[in-house]
């Protein structure tokens, strides 16, 4: 799906890395964060020690594995890239943890998914750059502790709130991303088509800027699909290239898809605007209630579609209106 800020083929990945960002300068938006990494980065510079932990969370799509990345790179330090799914048992994140080497980044993407046991190991690893490891069985079982290299962790996750207190504090530090403004994806996209050798006008960048979700990714992957339109329609990337492409790939003027239109319908229509609460809205559309929450409800929030009550969501007059329905309707057209 164009729009799905997750899912990502392999052609997909070769080209997000492509265009990926190598330095917090090339880094667009997040001012805030770039300015409070690159204070934490010099300093540990200066000390010449390992930078403290940092936790990235925002929804996907918004520059956290670049910054995992840049955070090395502008250290010069080597990176090891892992997840959380990938982190089933204490003994795949201590095989992880007693291989790197000194100054070594340490990213765990969707680091909330890691097993419980592993999170307890990961707690002194980061505190002390040490972990200890159960030997034996039973009654005969010791731990034997193990120094590691000194290393920067660096998790993402797309809620914060699900990670236990005691990993989340002791990261030295969280930057929490924010959906990019139009101004900041337009500089996404002119970067972008600059470096993919693409000749795109400037009300065609706007346009996508404002159907893009407010995020990088998708906002790199449509200009791909508008490329391939002018290539193949009107040898020009012009607004009405941008217009038709993003028609035919069902993604309308705000930006919506598939399953944020599926998620507003059934607010709209079989809850008469809500309230309705998370589990319900995730049953009804057939997806995880996890996607819901850090994937598309975040973004239909940003935008006034929808507001969060402790009753649960509810449509705003704004979502009528976009649907082209008068509150209390009950069908899309
Ligand atoms: P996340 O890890 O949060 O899901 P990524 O770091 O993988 O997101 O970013 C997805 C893509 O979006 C990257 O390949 C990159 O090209 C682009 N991107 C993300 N943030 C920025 C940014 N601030 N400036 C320019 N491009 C960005």
């Not at 990961?122 to 490891?133: C, K």
């Not at 930057?175 to 693409?198: I, P």
């Not at 193949?232 to 239109?261: I, K, M, N, P, Q």
Request: proline share 5%; net charge negative; aromatic share 4%.
């Amino acid at each position: 799906d164009l729009t799905d800020p997750v899912l990502a083929s392999e052609a997909e990945l070769a080209f997000e890395g492509a265009l990926r960002p190598r330095s917090l300068a090339e880094f667009v938006g997040q001012t805030r964060v770039r300015g409070q990494l690159q204070l934490l980065l010099t300093a540990a510079t200066i000390q010449q020690r390992t930078p403290d932990h940092i936790l990235l969370a925002g929804p996907p799509g918004l520059g956290k594995t670049t910054l995992a990345m840049i955070v090395a790179h502008e250290g010069g330090r080597p990176l090891r890239m892992s997840s959380g799914p990938a982190i089933q048992h204490a003994g795949d994140l201590a095989a992880i943890l007693s291989s790197l080497v000194p100054g070594e980044v340490l990213f765990i993407d969707e680091i909330h998914r890691m097993a419980r046991s592993a999170e307890e190991m990961l707690y002194l690893a980061m505190e002390d750059f040490r972990i200890d490891i159960m030997v034996g069985k039973g009654a005969g079982a010791t731990s034997v502790p193990l120094d590691l290299a000194p290393f920067t962790l660096v998790g993402a996750t797309t809620r914060a709130g699900l990670l236990p207190n005691p990993l989340r504090d002791r990261f030295g530090f969280t930057a929490h991303l924010e959906f990019y403004d139009e101004a900041e994806l337009e500089q996404v996209l002119a970067r972008a088509a600059t470096l993919l050798g693409l000749d795109i006008d400037r009300e065609a960048v706007a346009e996508i800027a404002g159907r893009c979700r407010g995020t990088p990714r998708i906002a790199n992957r449509l200009l791909r699909r508008v490329r391939d339109y002018a290539l193949v329609h009107t040898d020009r990337a012009d607004l009405s290239a941008v217009r038709a492409a993003l028609d035919l790939y069902d993604v309308d003027e705000l930006g919506l898809d598939r399953l944020d239109r599926a998620v507003m319908q059934i607010i709209l229509t079989r809850f008469g605007g809500g309230p309705v609460g998370l589990n319900t809205l995730a049953v009804s559309v057939g997806e995880e209630s996890e996607t819901i929450e850090a994937v598309v409800e975040p973004f239909l929030v940003r935008i006034g579609l929808i507001t969060r009550t402790p009753r649960g969501r509810v449509a705003t007059p704004a979502a009528w209106r976009h649907f082209g329905l008068a509150s209390g309707e009950t069908a899309l057209p």
